[in-house]
Nanobody, 126 residues
């Protein structure tokens, strides 16, 4: 079971960059697909980006393609989301999620993931 913790959120201005991190403290090594979701006030949780267990496959929501980059450092059990050219509509609580999976398919529904972090707030405001 992976225990996930996010960090790196904050308040930035439109056009700024920010990198958020998710660290897994899984007791036993596992093969996990990991993903970032976000939830804005009064909106449903939505998929942002995902990466398979070895980093060879990624998937992005259309709204963030070309601006966000997901990556992972398996040696550090850490996943990152580099967010560039941030927009007001990127404001949300960002959650990391994981599922035990050795395939390259990146699932995009929240119900496909069983492990979740507590979230980190990203606020884009002028």
């Amino acid at each position: 079971q992976a225990q996930l913790g996010e960090s790196g959120g904050g308040l930035v201005q439109p056009g700024d960059s920010l990198r958020i991190s998710c660290t897994s403290s899984a007791r036993t090594p596992g093969v996990y697909t990991m993903a970032w979701f976000r939830q804005a006030p009064r909106k449903e949780r939505e998929f942002v980006a995902g990466i398979n267990w070895n980093g060879h496959a990624t998937n992005y929501a259309d709204s963030v393609k070309g601006r966000f980059t997901i990556s992972r450092d398996s040696g550090k059990n850490t996943m990152y989301l580099q967010m560039n050219s941030l927009k007001l509509e990127d404001t949300a609580v960002y959650y990391c999620a994981a599922r035990l999976d050795y395939r390259t398919t990146i699932f995009t529904a929240p119900g496909d993931y069983v492990e979740w972090g507590q979230g980190t707030q990203v606020t884009v405001s002028s």
